[in-house]
């Protein structure tokens, strides 16, 4: 287990053969909410605020590779603490499930695992992007806040895909499911204007390149960045050799000068269709 420093969870959390049984603080008991096995999927574990030093998870897009490989390393170790959590809490559910009601020990215990499987989570670049996507609706202030981290998701999954999607760093939740959430925030609650040049950069790479699982949505982001430059370089995209990248150019133009227009998947074929070219497969 990674030192945890004062006051966090991981200083009165353990788990295993050898766990502490003491019973949970109440607040703790009132942050967990325990809804049968953990998949990750099935269950939902937030504390008030974010614990801990998040600045190194901009590290996993850094230029230099032994900077990046120590972020990498880094996020997978927490991720592997969280998921051993997850495991010990689930032998334990099933262990207590002959019991009529579940015995106090093992439910301390089962408490206690949980707060440590948030707790390293809490610590990967997936505790900020949580936070990020967690307010509904939209705080202006949290969205502020946490809106870098939501473009670091989205740089990551950009510049590094093979280290975004590896099995071993992930959230349980699929990968592409969480970028689907980040960009539905962003287009939700807008870009704030002083991180609106990043949404650009990654509005125009996504154009550039061949299509990646949700990046339809970008489009939904555009008119939160459209400016002058950002006009400028769709315009020259939209005169680019590659046709592909020729008509995305042309589309995004196309939604940014109709306010009305709802923005959906199949948005872009119906365009395409409107300018008399086929659906462009893999577009």
């Known amino acids: 287990m990674p030192a945890a420093t004062a006051g966090t969870p991981a200083n009165d959390v353990r788990w295993g053969p050898t766990a502490d049984r003491r019973p949970p603080t109440a607040d703790r008991r009132q942050a967990l909410r325990k ?11 937030m504390f008030a605020d974010l614990s801990g030093d998040h600045r190194w998870v901009f590290d996993l897009v850094a230029d230099a590779d032994s900077v990046r490989a120590k972020a990498l390393a880094r996020h997978v170790e927490l991720k592997s603490e969280s998921s051993r959590a997850m495991d010990w809490y689930n032998q334990l559910w099933h262990e207590s499930q002959p019991f009529a009601e579940v015995p106090p020990a093992y439910q301390a215990e089962m408490d206690q695992a949980l707060a440590a499987m948030a707790w390293f989570n809490d610590q990967t670049v997936f505790g900020p992007v949580g936070r990020f996507l967690k307010y509904v609706p939209v705080d202006p202030l949290m969205h502020l806040l946490y809106t870098p981290f939501g473009l670091l998701y989205l740089r990551w999954e950009a510049r590094y895909p093979a280290q975004w999607s590896a099995p071993d760093g992930t ?61 400028s370089a769709i315009d020259r995209l939209s005169q680019a050799d590659d046709l592909l990248v020729a008509l995305r150019a042309q589309f995004l133009r196309h939604v940014a000068v109709n306010d009305e227009l709802r923005i959906k998947r199949v948005t872009w074929h119906r365009w395409l269709a409107s300018q008399g070219r086929p659906s462009l497969r893999g577009s």
């Open 171 to 231: 959230t349980w939740s699929h990968q592409w499911g969480c970028k689907e959430l980040v960009l539905g925030r962003f287009a939700g609650g807008g870009v704030p204007p002083e991180y609106r040049e990043q949404m650009a950069e990654l509005i125009l790479a996504a154009v550039q390149r061949p299509y990646r699982c949700k990046d339809w949505m970008y489009a939904l982001s555009v008119r939160h960045v459209w400016d002058a430059r950002f006009a």
């Open 35 to 45: 809804v049968g096995p953990c998949t990750g999927g099935t269950m939902s574990v």
